[in-house]
């Protein structure tokens, strides 16, 4: 089955730095990767994904990027703020007898200090 | 997007005992997932249930441990049974809008007594 690897597991940066979080994916048949924000006490929420026709995509301060010969994906955040602060985990969607069912990262947690 | 609701929000039970989460949808998804975040973890699918058919699980997943219903498109429920400490966690359902994406709700904070 698809393994997601997720890099680094904890990042600080001071307000208005950027932020790389880094993911590798095993199935070369993977073909979403979306990208999820946990605030404490919340559920996971979609904040951009990628398809694998794509090899970039930008939603404001954040952007995503794929490499499928690779097989790893980014998120950048761009001028940082402290409400950036959470955990973020990225996602790829398996292909084969995984088809369609995500495979998560460990999570990074980020910390943005004003 | 989807407007996703999940009751209770948390809940303490005590060992040996069953409790029924529901995951209500504001709109009709044909896949329902449910995963389990355990304290500080990733996440971790349970199972996936399509309406009209017997739900399907994850290795390590067992349905006499984690029943679940779907009555319809916008509705479902997990049980977790005969719960045990081990089974403190975040329970999370999550909807499959469109072809491939998928939102999450609140999530249930499940402690076990």
């Known amino acids: 089955g698809e393994n997601v690897e997720q890099h680094p597991s904890t990042l600080s940066v001071q307000e208005g730095d950027s932020a790389v979080i880094k993911c590798t994916y095993s199935?070369?048949?993977?073909?979403?990767f979306p990208w999820y924000k946990q605030e404490l006490g919340k559920g996971p929420q979609l904040i951009i994904d990628?398809?694998?026709?794509?090899g970039e995509k930008k939603d404001q301060r954040i952007a995503v990027t794929l490499n499928k010969t690779a097989k790893h994906f980014s998120l950048h955040i761009t001028e940082t703020q402290p409400e950036d602060s959470a955990v973020y985990f990225c996602?790829?969607?398996?292909?084969?007898?995984?088809?369609?069912?995500?495979?998560f990262g460990q999570g990074t947690i980020l910390t943005v200090h004003p | 997007s989807a407007v996703i609701s999940q009751k209770p929000s948390r809940d303490i039970c005590q060992r040996g005992t069953s409790l029924t989460i529901q995951c209500q949808v504001d709109?009709?998804?044909?896949?329902m997932f449910w995963y389990r975040q355990q304290p500080g973890q990733s996440l971790t699918l349970i199972a996936t249930?399509?309406?009209?058919?017997?739900?399907?699980?994850e290795s390590g997943f067992v349905i006499d441990k984690f029943p679940i219903s779907r009555p319809n498109l916008t509705f479902s429920t997990l049980t977790v049974s005969n719960m045990s400490p081990e089974d403190s966690s975040i329970y999370l359902c999550?909807?499959?809008?469109?072809?491939?994406?998928?939102?999450f709700g609140p999530g249930t904070r499940l402690t076990v007594l």
């Open positions: 996602a790829a969607s398996g292909g084969g007898t995984s088809y369609g069912k995500l495979t």
């Open positions: 199935d070369s048949a993977s073909n979403y």
């Open positions: 990628i398809r694998s026709n794509v």
């Open positions: 709109s009709q998804v044909t896949m």
């Open positions: 249930a399509n309406q009209g058919s017997e739900a399907t699980y």
């Open positions: 999550s909807p499959r809008v469109g072809t491939d994406t998928q939102y």
